[in-house]
């Protein structure tokens, strides 16, 4: 079995985050965590600013969760890089 690309861990996070199917433990270890990945590292910051934007963690906007979404396109379309 191989390991998970971890832009691909992060990628499906983020589609679930859209969809409010995330809970404050996964929040922790995926978002709280800081990555040596350049890449995974920039969508992780953006992520954040995402969310902050929002007037209530998980209240997030069509725009926010189209945002997470976006992201998750990205980071799949470099995942293995």
């Known amino acids: 079995m191989s390991p998970v690309d971890p832009r691909l861990k992060f990628a499906d996070f983020l ?3 859209a969809a409010d199917d995330v809970c404050s433990e ?3 270890a995926l978002v709280v965590a800081h990555y040596g990945d ?3 590292e920039n969508v992780r910051r953006r992520c954040v600013q995402l969310a902050i934007g929002a007037s209530t963690w998980g209240d997030w906007s069509v725009s926010e969760r189209e945002g ?3 992201l998750a396109a990205e980071l799949r379309g470099q995942a293995s890089d």
């Open 38 to 40: 350049e890449v995974l």
């Open 26 to 28: 996964e929040w922790q």
């Open 68 to 70: 997470f979404r976006s």
């Open 15 to 17: 589609v679930r985050l």
